[in-house]
């Protein structure tokens, strides 16, 4: 069974940063991609960020430049760090394996003006 685990989120002034996690169990954490979503109250669920099993990445165009999505498959864990945030990346974020209908509980970020 697929778990994912994201924490990482808090309370930050715009032009902060925040590293978020996402803690993967019951895959073969190596050979898949992970990517990260956020829903921001009203929303839809839109993806933001995705790194393949070989490390290339693709970025939404409102974080390009900001957000730097990366993984250690050691640790089985997936990260997104965000800088520059601003009030509009409130959201709770989530992270997903394409192709697996599993979520987490995603954690929450909120960006202050």
């Known amino acids: 069974q697929v778990q994912l685990v994201e924490s990482g989120g808090g309370l930050v002034q715009a032009g902060g940063s925040l590293r978020l996690s996402c803690a993967a169990s019951g895959i073969t954490f190596s050979i898949n991609a992970i990517a990260w979503y956020r829903q921001a109250p009203g929303k839809q669920r839109e993806l933001i960020a995705r790194?393949?099993?070989?490390?290339?990445?693709t970025y939404r165009d409102s974080v390009k430049g900001r957000f730097t999505i990366s993984r250690d498959n050691a640790k089985k864990t997936v990260y997104l760090q965000m800088n520059s945030l601003k009030p509009e990346d409130t959201a709770v974020y989530y992270c997903?394996?394409?192709?697996?209908?599993?979520w987490g509980q995603g954690t929450q970020v909120t960006v202050s003006s």
């Open positions: 790194i393949s099993s070989g490390g290339s990445t």
């Open positions: 997903n394996v394409p192709g697996v209908s599993a």
